[in-house]
């Protein structure tokens, strides 16, 4: 499985983004059940889970920086996951990358979920810049 992220840029404080995980690479091999997680790090500091969906049942994991500020969701036809990024402020500011998690979670929890550890296969990051 490869993974492509994108959707990155400059936004100001308040503004709004929408990053892409266009995942691909898909066989009869694979598993049916996976988890796609996005996870930022900025300059110096350690990489850090933001955000997590399962399909197919569509659970859903939010790190508590983010929650009810962003949404993450996916276009099953499309193999894409999307994280729509509300009310950004400058401590967003990183590079975001999402990465893939096959099968279950051995516990479906929000720490284990938004555990860098957990995830095999990892897209290229792109870069979100809160400033005025």
């Known amino acids: 499985v490869q993974l492509q992220a994108s959707g990155g840029g400059l936004v100001q404080p308040g503004g709004s983004l929408r990053l892409s995980c266009a995942a691909s690479?898909?066989?009869?091999?694979?598993?049916?059940?996976?988890?796609i997680g996005w996870f930022r790090q900025a300059p110096g500091k350690q990489r850090e889970g933001v955000s997590c969906?399962?399909?197919?049942?569509?659970?859903?994991y939010y790190a508590d920086s983010v929650k009810d500020r962003f949404t993450i969701s996916r276009d099953n036809a499309k193999n894409t996951v999307y994280l729509e990024m509300n009310s950004l402020k400058s401590e967003d500011t990183a590079e975001y990358y999402c990465?893939?998690?096959?099968?279950?979670?051995?516990?479906?929890?929000?720490?284990?979920?938004?555990?860098?550890?957990?995830?095999?296969?990892w897209g290229q990051g792109t870069q979100v810049t809160v400033s005025s």
């Open positions: 969906i399962t399909i197919p049942d569509g659970s859903t």
């Open positions: 690479g898909f066989t009869s091999d694979t598993s049916d059940t996976y988890a």
């Open positions: 990465a893939y998690h096959m099968g279950d979670f051995v516990r479906n929890t929000r720490r284990i979920a938004l555990d860098m550890l957990e995830y095999d296969r």
